[in-house]
Each structure stands twice: as structure tokens, then as C-alpha cells.
């Protein structure tokens, strides 16, 4: 299987207020994102409290899944900042699938 590959548009710098593992969602605090929360973009690389990061904004970016998700499907975080697919908190729609959690897809941010 071939490695998913990113396109972002936008990205921006934070300081981390909390750990943050890669191919993740960042909430707007700095932190891992959780279920229900805003989303700013996704993590390119695992990050420790403290350190300065790039953020994935917009664009095109990989996010490791929290279960199944379907082509199309509008995503947001699970409680630990892996794609679901969730139409209420969505920041994106999935342009791969995943039948598990622990797999990527890509999902298009709108920012």
C-alpha cells in the first residue's frame, strides 16, 4: 500500500499546551482536540507541551482514524483527536477510507 500523501494549503505555528501524537487534530487551545471541540487543523509530527509546532490549517492533510470512515464522509475528532465521522463537528470530508481505527485517510480541511 502506497503512503498517503498531503497537500496543505495553509499552515501555522502554535505552542503546544499539551502533547499532541502526529496525524492528529489540534484544537484551537494548542492541545490534542477531544470530541465536541473546535478544530484548527492537524499535527504533522508528534509534539511535547511546550514546543513550538506547525499546524495543518488548510488543504489536503493525513489524520489517523478513530474507526471506520467513508469516502465523502464529513470528520471530526474522537477523544483522542482521531477522524470519525461526525456531521455536527466536522472540519473536513474524508478523500480515503478506513475500515479501522489506527488507519489514514486524507481528509480535505476547509479551515
Avoid at 496525524?23 to 484548527?40: D, P, S
Avoid at 455536527?88 to 480535505?108: D, H, I, K, S
Amino acid at each position: 500500500m502506497s503512503k498517503p500523501t498531503k497537500q496543505v494549503v495553509l499552515v501555522t505555528t502554535i505552542t503546544a499546551t499539551g502533547a499532541i501524537v502526529k496525524n492528529r487534530f489540534v484544537n484551537f487551545k494548542g492541545a490534542q482536540a477531544r470530541a465536541g471541540e473546535a478544530i484548527l487543523g492537524v499535527a504533522p509530527y508528534d509534539v511535547e507541551t511546550g514546543d513550538t509546532a506547525t499546524v495543518d490549517v488548510v488543504g489536503i492533510a493525513v489524520v489517523e482514524s478513530g474507526g471506520a470512515v467513508a469516502i465523502g464522509a464529513e470528520v471530526g475528532a474522537d477523544e483522542q483527536g482521531c477522524a470519525i465521522p461526525d456531521a455536527l463537528r466536522n472540519v473536513g470530508r474524508a478523500l480515503t477510507a478506513a475500515t479501522a481505527a489506527g488507519e489514514t485517510v486524507r481528509v480535505l480541511l476547509r479551515g
